[in-house]
DNA sequence: CGGAGCCCCTGTAAGC
DNA sequence: TGCTTACAGGGGCTCC
């Protein structure tokens, strides 16, 4: 499931072939992924150049000469620099050199074109790898639980499920834990957390978990250093404890009874 | 505003 | 063995 450290990933090992190509034709074929008129959307892209793309959270951002092409992995989706038409592709574009495939079994990813960047990139919070302790303890004078928080992106942009129960294990922080009842030095022990955890993922390429993979198609080895994502009754790498999954925010949340107190 | 619950989707795994 | 059901989850939505 791609996060902030795969998006990024996916970002890094696609810009090199993207930046200064131009498209010369695109073909959707999924209601999902490009909700709204398929052919306007296939037709609006033909002859756009592709200036600048970055991530903000986990969206890619692509600049065109004309608007913004902005693409969400959703849960399974792939970005790749080479492939072909066939099961699950519900984005192909021909560029002026190669060709970008967009292959999503589950289709919960989307892609859209803007004038400028979407209302769901605005509403993101900030970047969890530039946020200062200060902003940062503010934003957790919040009601939420924990793990319910770190999941929200108005928050902070990019963290999902594997990443928020690695950072909050981390820091020694219960998932059901009151945000705002967070002391200030362990808020900045999470900070702390979640940037490294987030760095030395992206240095790893990401979590491969099921079928992510980055833009040339290679998988991500952080997974090998989760100590409690999909670790369900395996002993904690710290204390030995069986770790716990529990539902919260409906999501699967993994935790260390004894490490992460309430 | 928080949060529960549901929905979109399909491959995989567990249950019968 | 073969069918059915549960589960995985990002994010948007409704409702309280």
Redesign the pocket.
Known sequence: ?P?LPEVETVVRTVAPFLIGKRILSAEFSS??VTPGNRKKLATALVGRKIETIRRR???IVMTLDSGTLTV?L???GQLLVEGARG??VHGFFTLDDGVLVYRD????GRIEWSAADPP?VRKLGPEPLEIGPEEFRKRLR????MK??L???TFLAGI???YADEALFAAGIHPLA?AARISAQRAERLRQAIREILSHAISLGGSSI?DYVDARGERGWFQVEHRVYGREGEPCKTCGTPIR?IL?????THFCPKCQKR
């Open positions: 499931m996060e209601r999902f959270g986990k969206f969400h959703g849960m399974t099961q699950h079994p589950r289709q919960f769901r919040r009601k939420a639980r319910a928080l999941l929200n992106q999902g499920n594997i009151s099921s999954k919260v925010a409906q999501r699967g």
